[in-house]
C-alpha cells in the first residue's frame, strides 16, 4: 500500500503526462554511460524509434533492434519499457509480461500506464490474478485522478478485470483435449483465417504474397481465397481461388451452402454485403445477392445455412453499429421472412461475428466480444431447445479460447473442428483445429521358456572347460505391486508459484511439494498410506479449496472432495 501512495502522489501531479501509446526516450547516459559499445547501439534505439512509429509493417525490424540493444544493458526501464509496447501491439502479446514487470522493478513510477499496460500483458499470459493487481492499482491511480475526467478508461479497465475473472473460473475447468495449428502451406507468415473444409478439400482466406504478385504497399495488403486439397495424409494441390479477372479483389468465402454454391463477402458492394458464388471448370462467378438479408446502409459479414436451406443465421452492424446476429426464415411459398434479431441469449452489448449453424439448424457457434469472455473474441455455443427456444450461449473454455481474438469456428466430422486465433508468435491470425492424440502400444518382448535339466551332476565331477557355457537366465514372473498412497493439494497454477505466496496459503511444518506435468503446477503436502489419515490432516489445515489426491505408484489417479471425517 505504501508503494500505491507514492506512485498516486506522482501521478496526481504529473496527471495526463503519458496517456499513450507512444516510444518512450531512452537516456543515453543511462543506457550506455561512457562504453563504446553502448554508444554505438544507441543508433539502434533512434532507428527503432522511426519504425515503432510505422506501425505493424516494421514490428519485427524494430524489435529486433531493441532486443540487441537489451542484451548490452537489460537493466534499462525505458527500453524494457519499448519492448513490452512493441510486443503488446503487434506481436506475442504475452511476451511483453517479463519486460513490463523489470520496468516496475526498475521504475515503478515511470507513468501510470505501466499498470494498464502489465495487467494486459498478464492476461494474455493466462496469469490473471496477477493481471488484475495491476488493473486494480492502475485503476485507483485513475480514480485518485478523477472519476469524471477518467469515465472511459475506467469503463475498459472495469471489462478487462471482468475477463480476467471468467479466465480463472474458465482455467479450473480441465479439457481433455488440446489445439495445434494447421501446418504449411495452410499457414504461414501471414494472416490466415477462415477454414472451410469440404470433403478432402480446404478452402481459406489469407493476406499472403506469393510468387507472382506484384509487390503490394504491406498497408494495402488484402485477403483473397486459397485451397488445398488432402491428398494420402498431406495438405497438397495449394491453388488460389481467382475470378476470370484473377484479381486480387475476389469477395471472401465465408461459408459452403449446398453442391456447388458458396457464400462470399463482397467488401466493395453497398456497407459490405453476402452473395452467392460458384465455380466452374476454372472461374468463380458471382451468382446472386443474398437479397432478403442484405440492407442497403449496413454491413453483413457472415452468415450460414441449414441443409434443406430453410433457415440463415446471419450477422449484421444494422441495428447499433456493432455486430448483432440475426435469422430469417423460409415459408412454404418459398418467400423469406424479415430478419428477426437474436435476444439476449445469442446478442451482447459487445460485438458478435462469425455465425455457424449446424445443418439440422439445432447448434449454432458465434464469437463474441461479450458475455463471459475472457478477452478479445471469444467462441460461444448455444442449442435449440424441444420448445424452439435457444439456450443461454455457453463459452467453448480454454484451449478453444484465449486472451486473444478467437474466432470462426467451423466443427466437422464428429468432434473435430476449425477456428482462427492471433495467439501466434508474430501476432498475426493462423488457423487451428483440435490436436490427435496417437496412442502407442509397445508390447513386452517375449522371452523363450527354460528347458527343464532332468540330469543332476555332481559338482566334483564336473571338468572344467576351456570356453564358457552360457547359462540360461531364469526367468521371474513379474507381479505388479499397486502402492496406494494419498496427497493434499493446497493449490495449482499454470505459473510457477513464489514462496511466499505458498507461505500465504499454508503455514504448516509439512513441507510443500511440487510437481509440474507440462500446463499445470501442482502444490501438495503430505504422503499418506490412508485415505483416512489424508481426511483427518486436511480436517485440521483450515484450507477450504484443499482436496486430496490419490496415487497409484506416484501417478496421480483421482481427485477426493467433499470428504470428511468431522461429518460421519
Keep these: 500500500m505504501q508503494l500505491l501512495r507514492i506512485l498516486l502522489v506522482f501521478f496526481f501531479v504529473s496527471a495526463g503526462s503519458a496517456y499513450s501509446q507512444r516510444f518512450m526516450r531512452v537516456d543515453p547516459v543511462e543506457f550506455a554511460g561512457s562504453n563504446i559499445e553502448g554508444k554505438q547501439l544507441l543508433k539502434n534505439i533512434r532507428k527503432a524509434k522511426k519504425l515503432f512509429d510505422r506501425g505493424e509493417s516494421s514490428f519485427t525490424e524494430c524489435l529486433d533492434l531493441l532486443l540487441e540493444c537489451n542484451k548490452f544493458n537489460s537493466d534499462n526501464a525505458e527500453l524494457n519499457y519499448n519492448i513490452g509496447q512493441s510486443y503488446l501491439r503487434y506481436g506475442k502479446k504475452g511476451l511483453a509480461k517479463v519486460y513490463f514487470e523489470q520496468v516496475k522493478a526498475l521504475k515503478p513510477n515511470i507513468n501510470a500506464e505501466l499498470y494498464l499496460f502489465l495487467g494486459q500483458a498478464c492476461q494474455y499470459a493466462n496469469d490473471f490474478s496477477n493481471a488484475i493487481l495491476n488493473y486494480k492499482t492502475y485503476v485507483e491511480i485513475l480514480q485518485h485522478e478523477g472519476e469524471k475526467r477518467n469515465k472511459e478508461k475506467l469503463s475498459a479497465v472495469f471489462r478487462y478485470i471482468d475477463e480476467c475473472k471468467n479466465g480463472q473460473l474458465l482455467s479450473l475447468q480441465s479439457a481433455d483435449f488440446d489445439v495445434e495449428k494447421l501446418p504449411s502451406p495452410i499457414n504461414s507468415d501471414a494472416n490466415d483465417l477462415l477454414a472451410i473444409k469440404d470433403g478432402s478439400k480446404l478452402f481459406f482466406n489469407s493476406d499472403r504474397i506469393i510468387v507472382g504478385d506484384k509487390k503490394p504497399l504491406k498497408e494495402k495488403l488484402s485477403l483473397r481465397g486459397f485451397s488445398v486439397a488432402l491428398i494420402n495424409g498431406e495438405w497438397a494441390s495449394f491453388s488460389v481461388l481467382n475470378d476470370e479477372k484473377k484479381s486480387r479483389d475476389l469477395p471472401i ?42 440492407e442497403r446502409k449496413s454491413n453483413e459479414s457472415s452468415a450460414s445455412f441449414t441443409s434443406d436451406g430453410n433457415t440463415v443465421v446471419f450477422v449484421s452492424d444494422r441495428d447499433e453499429k456493432q455486430g448483432d446476429i440475426f435469422h430469417c426464415q423460409k415459408d412454404d411459398d418459398g418467400e423469406w421472412s424479415k430478419p428477426m434479431k437474436f435476444g439476449d441469449q445469442i446478442n451482447s452489448k459487445f460485438d458478435e461475428r462469425d455465425v455457424f449453424l449446424s445443418d439440422n439448424g439445432k447448434v449454432m457457434y458465434f464469437s463474441s466480444k461479450g458475455r463471459n469472455s475472457i478477452g478479445g473474441y471469444d467462441i460461444f455455443k448455444s442449442e435449440k431447445d424441444e420448445d424452439g427456444s435457444w439456450t443461454e450461449a455457453q463459452n467453448m473454455g480454454i484451449p478453444i479460447n484465449s486472451a486473444y481474438d478467437d474466432c470462426h469456428f467451423f466443427p466437422y466430422e464428429g468432434d473435430s473442428f476449425l477456428f482462427d486465433s492471433n495467439r501466434g508468435e508474430n501476432g498475426k491470425f493462423d488457423i487451428y483445429t483440435k490436436k490427435l492424440i496417437v496412442d502407442t502400444v509397445i508390447k513386452d518382448e517375449l522371452v523363450e521358456p527354460i528347458k527343464k535339466i532332468e540330469a543332476v551332476i555332481p559338482v566334483e565331477k564336473v571338468e572344467i572347460l576351456p570356453t564358457v557355457i552360457p547359462v540360461p ?22 505459473i510457477e508459484m513464489k514462496d511466499a505466496e505458498l507461505k500465504k496459503l499454508y503455514r504448516g511444518k509439512e513441507s510443500v511439494a511440487s510437481s509440474y506435468d507440462g500446463e499445470w503446477y501442482r502444490y501438495s503436502i503430505g504422503n499418506y498410506d490412508s485415505m483416512e489419515d489424508a481426511i483427518y490432516f486436511k480436517d485440521r489445515l483450515g484450507l477450504e479449496k484443499a482436496f486430496i489426491v490419490s496415487f497409484e505408484n506416484e501417478k496421480r489417479k483421482k481427485i477426493i472432495t467433499n470428504y470428511s471425517l468431522s461429518s460421519k
Design 473 to 494: 537366465t531364469p526367468v521371474v514372473e513379474k507381479v505388479s505391486t499397486i502402492l496406494t498412497t494419498y496427497k493434499i493439494q493446497i493449490a495449482a497454477s499454470k
Design 253 to 294: 468465402m465465408v461459408a459452403k451452402v449446398d453442391g456447388n454454391q458458396y457464400l462470399f463477402y463482397d467488401k466493395n458492394t453497398g456497407f459490405g454485403d453476402l452473395i452467392f458464388m460458384q465455380k466452374d471448370d476454372k472461374f468463380w462467378t458471382k451468382e446472386m445477392d443474398v437479397f432478403f438479408v442484405n
